[in-house]
């Protein structure tokens, strides 16, 4: 069993930046894919960003390229999303994902179904 708490949501101006965090617990697997999502009130989740731990590789939606990153720091088995240049259209609920002992696939790392374990969200608001 994984469990999965993120952090660091709140409101902010239009241009300025965020830092959520996601902290993983319970088993912990020597690599797995782990994904930001969100979601707004009668839209469907959309997936941000992912990465396969341990790997450089990242993998981003259209919609947030240039502006967010996904790094993550193993020793604290913590996945970060930064989020700068923000705009009101990324004002969403972010949940962290995880698909344990597995790397992302290049295809289905935005949907939902990939992944086996959810957090309970934080919620990101941007006034412009």
């Known amino acids: 069993q994984v469990l999965l708490v993120e952090s660091g949501g709140g409101s902010v101006q239009a241009g300025g930046s965020l830092r959520l965090s996601c902290v993983a617990s319970g088993v912990t697997y020597s690599s797995a894919c782990m994904a930001w999502f969100r979601q707004t009130p009668g839209k469907e989740r959309e997936g941000v960003a992912a990465m396969p731990t341990g790997t450089d590789t990242a993998y981003y939606a259209d919609s947030v390229k240039g502006r967010f990153t996904i790094p993550y720091e193993h020793a604290k088995n913590t996945l970060y999303l930064r989020m700068d240049s923000l705009k009101h259209e990324d004002t969403a609920m972010y949940y962290c994902?995880?698909?344990?002992?597995?790397?992302?696939?290049?295809?289905?790392w935005g949907a939902g179904w990939f992944y086996s374990y959810w957090g309970q969200g934080t919620q990101v608001t941007i006034s412009s």
């Open positions: 994902a995880e698909r344990p002992d597995s790397y992302c696939n290049g295809v289905a």
